[in-house]
């Protein structure tokens, strides 16, 4: 929880930097610390979101499986919220694994009135 409250004040701290350096450059007063200032808040301003995609946030009996570039990262197991480097994909196993739910055996008949038994597995 601690990070999202940094990255929050990151952010509002870059919208500040930014808008004081242009005041800066407006007045015409300490020209170097307003191009420095607002640089640095502009380029704190396009970071940020950056930042904010290494937040995760795992449900009670969830996993996460975390690969940078597709190679294997690491694992978040346990219900909490968690911040990894923004530019793993994390990959839920549970959602890709087959549900596979069985059918009841029905017996019907063609035309010919053979009996025919329907059995099968949904995938």
């Keep these: 929880m601690g990070i999202l409250i940094l990255l929050l004040l990151l952010m509002l701290a870059s919208v500040a930097a930014a808008v004081f350096g242009i005041l800066f450059l407006a007045r015409e007063r300490f020209a170097l610390g307003g191009v420095l200032l607002g ?3 502009l380029f704190s301003c396009l970071i940020g979101p ?5 937040l ?10 975390l690969t940078l570039f597709g190679k294997y990262y690491g ?3 346990g219900p909490g919220f ?14 890709q694994s087959a549900m596979v739910s069985n059918l009841l055996v029905v017996l ?8 025919i038994v329907n059995s ?4």
Excluded at 82 to 95: G, I, K, L, R
Excluded at 108 to 115: F, I, M, R, S, Y
Excluded at 120 to 123: L, M
């Design 39 to 41: 640089a640095g808040g």
């Design 50 to 54: 950056i930042l904010f995609a290494g």
């Design 56 to 65: 995760k946030v795992l449900k009670p009996n969830e996993a996460l499986v």
């Design 75 to 77: 694992t978040l197991t």
């Design 82 to 95: 968690f911040y990894v480097n923004p530019f793993v994909t994390a990959v839920n196993p549970a959602a």
């Design 108 to 115: 019907c008949g063609n035309k010919d009135a053979q009996p």
């Design 120 to 123: 099968g597995s949904i995938y």
